[in-house]
Structure formats: structure tokens, C-alpha cells
């Protein structure tokens, strides 16, 4: 018997975390003060920026143990904790103008993104099933509140609503799944589990593979995998802007984090588990495409296309292999710099007086602001995997790492889906540049902020699409936890 428990409490492994539940504490202390949101804002981006820190220069490359091993500080951790914190980075920067424009600038939002990412990032940096729906939980009640944060809108209303419904409904799956592996195997740490998977087979089969049934749907709500996906449009349209765009990709990629810990490294012995992966991942790709040829709003097409986007990261885990989880982890990086910036242009649009997102509305857009439409563009090219955009590389890593492993009709489905969701980003470009209406196309105005934000995720989009060496050496570095 392996003994994985480390009654180590070195609160150096948790620091990052830490370093953002004071920060965040900080900022509901002097929400009451004069120009507080401005001070929240500075406090949200230097408590990111500190907590970063503390990553890279604390942990990366150190894979160490304990709290009686309920947290596990090692790469593959660390490699999604500064996925979380730059998506955190980015959402911030947007919410400002955003926030502002609308009248609903609080400091409460900030502290509640902070805890958010928080809860994230506690669910990547363990192997045991109660701390990582610990995480989850800490970061889907946040999410909850920031779903509804306009609290005059009716759409934003009914987006918290459903949200928490839904939520609440994908946290009993996960709790009950918990508990049936929790009785077949008398563990929560997957370590464990994995030590002792032959003898928990032979005895308990039936429990174990109900507590893994339960897991998947839970987790399939939460990063919305079809049919669990009905949720997503609805919310994501309704919440305000720069929380669709952190909803996105920060849970998604959380929930992502614990998948391919659980089914690449916990239950990866599984055969049943392949061809249930492959079934998700074509349907998922398949319905997210097909629905968002319909769309005509362009936050609810981006909503579709993020269910689409969660069907190609299940072909990585699908196939379970160290490379195709290094290109999972690559993918939601490249996927966190296009769409972004996607969603930067749709808060300039919702921002003018009377206007919404709509496709429409972007009639004329390539006369008024060409350099806009030109940077619109880009960022639709990468959504469908254009090259020489990341979007491609991505794409290709992925593709490329389930033809090694024999899945070769997969990938054809998941190539032809990609030639699918050409059509509808092409009618944003199309849109933008040939399209004609009786209304001018209302200007819109860059603020620091926002500008900083495009010309982040344009070198992320562009620059790392030819040059992304370093993003996969740093997705490689990070599977010390699979080798």
C-alpha cells in the first residue's frame, strides 16, 4: 500500500490563492469609500499579478504535497492556474468600460471575479474528489451573482436565475457521484483509487462506474457539453458582457482541468469511457455548429460556439494520451486569446447608445473604423481555424494527436464541423465589410483598457500563431502529473 498523505501544512502551496481571498477581502472592506471601484479595479489587476507571481516563481517546477494530501502543487496545476488568472487579467480590463457604460461599475464585482478564480484554481491544484468540488463550489457561487450583476436588466436577471438553477442541479450530480466512489473504493484521492483501481473493480464495479456516470454529467453542465448545454445560450446573451466572456473560457477551462484529471489520469482504465467520449465529442462539436448557423445575435453565435470549442477539447481527452492532454492545455490557451478579443469588439458595439450585438448593427463597420473590422476579422479567422492563426495550430495539435492514436474518423468529423463553422464567422466578416443598412453605423470609441486588451490577444492570435513554440513547451512542461 502506497501512502500518499503529507501532513504538511506549508501554506506556500496555497499562496496564490491566498494571495487573492485577501486581495478580494480587501476590496469589499473599501468598497464603501470614495472612488472605490477605481481602487478595486488597481487592486483586482495587483492582486492577479501577485498571485502570479507567486506561480511562476514559487511553484513551477516544484511538485510537492500537502495538507495531508488533499492539495497537489504540481505543473499541471500551475500550467491552468495562469490560464485562470490571465483570463481574470483580461475580464477586468474589460469590465471597466463596460461597467461604466452601463451604470452598474461596483467594487463587489471585483472581489467576487477574484473569489471566482480562487474556487478555480483550488479545483487544479489537487487530486481529491471532495477539495475539487470544494473548488467548484467557491467558484460557481461568485458566478452566480456576476450572472445577474445588472440587476435593472431582465435578461441579466433571468441568466442568474438560470444559472443557479441549473448549477445547483450539476453540483448534486457531482456530490452523489462522489459519494458512490467514495463507498467503492473508501477514497476520495484519486491516487488512491488509481493504486488500488483492480481490486475496486473486481469488488465494487457497479458503484464505481455509477459514481463516474454522475461525475460526467456534472462536469458536462458545468462546461457544457451536449445535452448538458441548454443553459449556455440563454445565459451567456443575458449576463453582461465581459462575464460571458470570462463564463467562456474560466469555467470552462476549471471544469476541463478536472475532467482530464479525473478520466486521463484517475480512470483512464476505463474501455467503456473511450467510446463515450467520442460519442460527447462528435455531439457536442456536431450541435454546436449546426445551432449557431441560426444565430443573428452575435453574443448568443459565440455562446453556440463555445459548446463547439468544448467538443474539439474532447477529442483530446477522448483520446487520453500525454500528447493530446498537452494540447488540450495549449488549445484552451489559444482559445482564451480569440475569443477575448472576439468579445472586447462585441463590448465596444453594446456599448454605443441603443445598440446590442447584433450581426446586423455591423453593417458599415470596415468604412467607419477599417483597422476594427480588419482586427474583427482576425479574431473570427482564429474562432474557425484559419492559418496562420493559433486558432489553427491548436486545432492541428489536437487533430494531429488523435490521428497518432488511431482515431481517425473523429477527426474527420471534428475537420468537417471546423469547415461547418466557417459559415457563420464568415457572416461577421461579410457583415462587417460588404453588408449595407439605411442607418450609418454608429462610431465607437477606444478606451485604454479595451486597446490594451486588443493588442494582447492580437499578438496571442497572431504573433503565437507564428511563433508558438513557446506555448507548446510550456503545455509540454506541464504533464509531469500523466508521464
Known sequence: MIDFTSGTVDFNIISPEISLLVVGFVILLISSMKNSSRNSFMLALFGLLLSGYFVVFNQWGHQQSGFFGMITCDNFGMSFKLI???????TVLLAVRFMNAKGINRPEFYALLLFSTMGMMVMANTTDLIVIFLGLEIMSVPLYVMAGFA????????????????????????????????????????????????????????????GIALLLIGFGFKVGIVPFHSWIPDVYQGAPTPVTAFFSVGPKAAGFAALLRIFSFGFNELPVLITIFW?????????????????????????????????????????????????????????????????????????????????????????????????????????????????????????????????????????????????????????????????????????????????????????????????????????????
Open 84 to 90: 485562470f488568472l490571465m483570463v481574470s487579467f483580461i
Open 151 to 210: 440587476r435593472r436588466s431582465l435578461e441579466s436577471n433571468e441568466a442568474g436565475i438560470k444559472y443557479f438553477f441549473m448549477g445547483a442541479f450539476a453540483s448534486g450530480f457531482l456530490l452523489l457521484g462522489i459519494a458512490f466512489i467514495f463507498g467503492a473504493s473508501g477514497t476520495t484521492d484519486l491516487r488512491q483509487i488509481v493504486t488500488d483501481y483492480s481490486f475496486i473493480i473486481s469488488h465494487s464495479e457497479k458503484y464505481l462506474i455509477s
Open 279 to 483: 460519442v460527447l465529442a462528435v455531439l457536442t462539436m456536431t450541435v454546436g455548429n449546426v445551432l449557431a448557423l441560426r444565430q443573428d445575435n452575435v453574443k448568443r453565435l459565440l455562446a453556440y460556439s463555445s459548446i463547439a470549442h468544448a467538443g474539439y477539447i474532447l477529442v483530446a481527452i477522448t483520446v487520453g494520451d500525454p500528447i493530446s492532454v498537452a494540447s488540450a492545455i495549449f488549445y484552451l490557451f489559444a482559445y482564451a486569446m480569440f475569443n477575448f478579443g472576439g468579445f472586447a469588439i462585441v463590448i465596444l458595439l453594446e456599448t454605443r447608445s441603443g445598440c446590442k450585438s447584433n450581426i446586423g448593427e455591423l453593417a458599415g463597420m470596415a468604412k467607419t473604423h477599417p483597422y476594427l473590422a480588419a482586427v474583427l476579422a482576425l479574431f473570427m479567422f482564429a474562432l474557425a481555424g484559419f492559418p496562420p492563426t493559433i486558432g489553427f495550430i491548436g486545432k492541428f495539435y489536437i487533430f494531429s494527436a488523435a490521428v497518432k492514436s488511431g482515431f481517425i474518423w473523429l477527426t474527420v468529423i471534428g475537420v468537417m464541423n471546423s469547415f461547418v463553422s466557417v459559415y457563420y464567422y464568415l457572416r461577421i466578416v461579410k457583415a462587417a465589410y460588404f453588408d449595407s443598412s439605411d442607418k450609418p453605423f454608429v462610431p465607437v470609441s477606444l478606451t485604454s483598457t479595451i486597446t490594451l486588451v486588443l493588442i494582447l490577444t492580437i499578438f496571442g492570435t497572431l504573433g503565437l500563431g507564428f511563433f508558438p513554440q513557446r506555448i507548446l513547451e510550456f503545455s509540454q512542461a506541464a504533464l509531469s502529473i500523466f508521464l
